[in-house]
């Protein structure tokens, strides 16, 4: 990804956020979508927030309502510390 431009900058600081169009590759996008489908599989089987990150907060949260047959992860903790891609 190139630097952002001037423009991009003083619409950040603007309006508070930026979209940066194609900032993630569809190949890249696709792998990320596949890793989250197999985290929110794997939480089927829990009831409340698991995995442990480097600083002791559960790694996987997990939304109120959340159970086997309507998953609800709400959350993964340092993704990149458990996933290859």
């Known amino acids: 990804m190139t630097s952002l431009s001037r423009d991009q900058i003083e619409r950040f600081w603007r309006d ?3 979209t940066v169009e194609d900032a993630v590759s569809s190949k890249l ?3 990320m979508r596949e ?3 197999a985290w929110v599989e794997e939480s089927r089987q829990h ?3 698991y995995g442990e990150t480097l600083d002791g907060r ?8 959340h159970g086997p047959d309507a998953p609800a ?7 990149a510390d458990v ?3």
Do not use: K
């Open 58 to 65: 559960p790694r996987f949260d997990l939304e109120p309502g």
């Open 73 to 79: 992860l709400r959350r993964v903790n340092a993704p």
């Open 29 to 31: 996008l696709s792998a």
């Open 16 to 18: 508070g956020v930026l």
């Open 47 to 49: 009831e409340a927030a």
């Open 35 to 37: 890793q989250f489908a």
């Open 83 to 85: 996933s290859a891609r």
